[in-house]
């Protein structure tokens, strides 16, 4: 978890206020990805970004909005947020060769009220 | 539908005795399987990869099996310790995406002294 950093790790925040969660790698990976995680499903993906031109919609992303600042640096922005992104989040990274192996950081836990 | 179905959503286990995981998959073309382990509050931690060709294998006390016909895959712990407290998550990518994982929603797994 070292190698993929994620900050707040806990955020508690109101409806309609925008959060943003960082997320930093020191794997060297050009392949970041955000997920987020609900209470008896699987992760879901948000968004991810092959390099720092390239960013792409996952099948979750209304709602959310991502920046990809460095190599190291992809950001995670909910503009407004509402109740029902009351979840935890995580960040990965992976290479870009097989079998494009994905490590997660320690998550954000984020409610909103 | 989840492509990827995990059976049971949780199980509690007494210290030293042996649990099998279950994981039916629907994704295709089949690429790449993998078992996560996910500690509470931690981000998931890559215990096996197997490919199509592989039908078992290990690592430590962790073995998992995979039979690419029937589309089902097993994790089985071998003399449980507390510290296996957590959840076993199966990932199945296809061949035909870039990288892209479709998650179980796992299986919680309490190890009681």
């Known amino acids: 978890d070292a190698d993929v950093t994620q900050t707040p790790r806990n955020r508690i925040t109101k409806t309609g206020k925008r959060i943003m969660l960082e997320c930093s790698q020191t794997?060297?990976?050009?392949?970041m990805y955000w997920y987020r995680q609900d209470p008896g499903l699987g992760l879901r993906l948000i968004y991810y970004?092959?390099?720092?031109?390239?960013?792409n919609k996952g099948e979750i992303s209304d709602g959310y909005s991502v920046s990809r600042q460095a190599q190291a640096k992809f950001s995670l922005s909910l503009e407004s947020a509402i109740p029902n992104q009351t979840a935890l989040y995580f960040c990965a990274t992976s290479d870009k060769r097989e079998p494009y192996e994905q490590y997660f950081g320690p998550g954000t836990r984020l409610t909103v009220t | 539908k989840n492509q990827v179905e995990q059976s049971p959503q949780s199980l509690i286990i007494l210290e030293g005795k042996n649990c099998t995981l279950q994981c039916n998959y629907t994704v295709s073309p089949f690429s790449n399987l993998r078992w996560y382990k996910q500690d509470t509050g931690r981000g998931p931690v890559s215990l096996t990869i197997?490919?199509?060709?592989?039908n078992t294998k290990s690592n430590g006390r962790y073995t998992a099996t995979l039979d690419a016909d029937t589309k089902q895959s097993s994790l089985h712990i071998t003399a449980s310790q507390l510290s296996d407290s957590a959840s076993y998550i199966c990932v199945v990518r296809a061949t035909d995406s870039w990288g892209k994982l479709q998650f179980g929603a796992g299986t919680q797994v309490v190890v009681t002294p």
């Open positions: 970004s092959f390099d720092v031109k390239d960013i």
């Open positions: 197997m490919t199509f060709s592989e």
């Open positions: 794997k060297g990976h050009d392949r």
